[in-house]
């Protein structure tokens, strides 16, 4: 993963039951934040346990990726489903693909790992 890069991707929960689709400059980092949130009511990928990553692409653009995560957003899930299965037919979580996993956590605190 270089600098000056963008992604839009999408994960889901364990039971691949809830999809969120959201937009990074530093995509493993985002989807460590979204596994030490998990369980937190505060953001809807926390509630839902979305920290597992299905789908993402990179553009050089800002505009593009923001442009590219609000068309997403808008589809359907069945749409949605079609892509993740056009670039990762199995739905495997790609997690251990972009970064290590699970990520550390800074704070050391254990009850985040439950």
Not at 4 to 32: C, H, K, M
Not at 87 to 95: A, G
């Amino acid at each position: 993963m270089s600098n000056w890069s963008f992604y839009v991707y999408i994960t889901t929960n364990e039971s691949r039951s809830v999809l969120y689709t959201g937009r990074t400059d530093n995509l493993p980092q985002r989807i460590a934040e979204h596994w030490l949130k998990r369980g937190s009511e505060d953001t809807f990928a926390g509630k839902y346990h979305c920290f597992n990553l299905v789908y993402f692409e990179h553009s050089k653009y800002v505009n593009n990726s923001i442009a590219r995560e609000k068309e997403i957003k808008g589809w359907l899930r069945t749409k949605k489903e079609e892509l993740i299965s056009e670039f990762n037919p199995e739905w495997k979580f790609l997690n251990d693909e972009i970064m290590e996993w699970p990520p550390i956590d800074p704070f050391h605190r254990e009850d985040l790992h439950k």
